[in-house]
């Protein structure tokens, strides 16, 4: 837990947050936002910041994030259309939360390539 970091305290609990899933390791949670019909957010409670501080040992975490990803969009009824992942990483990846975050986003046709 990183003090005054917005996911953390979403994943804590101590910043309410409209809950899909949570374990030991990860939490999903609607983003407060959504772009598109489905917009879920996937975190692991340990605070990485970004892709470019992840570690070896956070590939399991990571494993479990994109499992997760797999298993929600058969559950959210996205698997046959599609959807998309993304990570947004530092300033020109348009990072605005600095908590390792991705995005799964379904329900509509996604234009590419992004902005
Ligand atoms: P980023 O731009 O860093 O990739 O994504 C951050 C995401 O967090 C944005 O899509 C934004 O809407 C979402 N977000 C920011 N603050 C909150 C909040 O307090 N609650 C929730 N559920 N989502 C948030
Ligand atoms: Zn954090």
């Known amino acids: 837990m990183s003090e005054n970091c917005l996911f953390c305290k979403i994943a804590n609990g101590s910043i309410p947050s409209k809950k899909v899933y949570e374990d030991d390791e990860i939490f999903v949670f609607h983003d407060i936002t959504p772009v598109a019909p489905l917009h879920l957010l996937l975190i692991p409670k340990k605070h990485i910041k970004s892709l470019n501080e992840l570690e070896v040992a956070d590939g399991a975490i990571l494993g479990n994030i994109f499992l997760k990803i797999s298993s929600l969009a058969r559950e959210f009824g996205m ?37």
């Open 79 to 115: 698997s046959e259309k599609g959807y998309r992942v993304v990570n947004n990483t530092g300033e020109f990846g348009g990072q605005s939360v600095h908590h390792i975050h991705f995005h799964l986003l379904g329900g509509r046709h996604l234009t590419w390539p992004p902005g």
